[in-house]
T-cell receptor
Framework: DTAVSQTPKYLVTQMGNDKSIKCEQNLGHDTMYWYKQDSKKFLKIMFS???????INETVPNRFSPKSPDKAHLNLHINSLELGDSAVYFCASSQPGTSVTDTQYFGPGTRLTVL | AQSVTQPDIHITVSEGASLELRCNYSYGATPYLFWYVQSPGQGLQLLLK??????LVQGIKGFEAEFKRSQSSFNLRKPSVHWSDAAEYFCAVEAGTALIFGKGTTLSVSS
């Protein structure tokens, strides 16, 4: 009964390919996020969705397109992959609004390697 | 602009010794502060958080952190470190709805 799950855990692909990473949360949260962790372990927000609507897009190339079919899912699609896209991508979810629940819960991460 | 600084990139502590990991933040309003831990090859696990009230917060695994507004700090402490505590530790501040993370501190535990 994993709270935030991501698939796949590892993804190895060639430059120029298109790939997707899936994220699902069973916490009933309204807000979901994608973070990128680079090779120096620096974590940075990419996107935030609230109830299927985009609320944050942090200067991410438009090759990255998040898709939220429902509020429990936020998938990340990446077109024309580049070497610099190699990173660990984390999905997270939260229920903003109250101090008790305004905490982000993270998935296990997807390690993307672009060759 | 909001930011989080973790001054120590790497710390080595002997097993059983005490630990303090430093975190300084820059944020205009009252901050929501977090400490997360990332074990090798794993995701991020929340250790503790500060929203308001008591400035000393208790977390999981025997960790605690103290919020000091005058110093803009939120340092993480543990009185006795275990070998299983070896991991990457991230301090974060909530800015709007997203988290801004520090660059992390790698904790190594020596026997």
């Amino acid at each position: 009964d994993t709270a935030v799950s991501q698939t796949p855990k590892y993804l190895v692909t060639q430059m120029g390919n298109d790939k997707s990473i899936k994220c699902e949360q069973n916490l009933g949260h309204d807000t979901m996020y994608w973070y990128k962790q680079d090779s120096k372990k620096f974590l940075k927000i990419m996107f935030s969705y609230n109830n299927k609507e985009l609320i944050i897009n942090e200067t991410v190339p438009n090759r990255f397109s998040p898709k939220s079919p429902d509020k429990a899912h936020l998938n990340l699609h990446i077109n024309s992959l580049e070497l610099g896209d190699s990173a660990v991508y984390f999905c997270a979810s939260s229920q903003p609004g109250t101090s008790v629940t305004d905490t982000q819960y993270f998935g296990p991460g997807t390690r993307l390697t672009v060759l | 602009a909001q930011s989080v600084t973790q001054p120590d990139i790497h710390i080595t502590v002997s097993e059983g010794a005490s630990l303090e990991l430093r975190c300084n933040y820059s944020y205009g309003a009252t901050p929501y502060l977090f400490w997360y831990v990332q074990s090798p090859g794993q995701g991020l696990q929340l250790l503790l958080k500060y929203f308001s009230g008591d400035t000393l917060v208790q977390g999981i695994k025997g960790f605690e952190a103290e919020f000091k507004r005058s110093q803009s700090s939120f340092n993480l402490r543990k009185p006795s470190v275990h070998w299983s505590d070896a991991a990457e530790y991230f301090c974060a501040v909530e800015a709007g709805t997203a988290l801004i993370f520090g660059k992390g501190t790698t904790l190594s535990v020596s026997s």
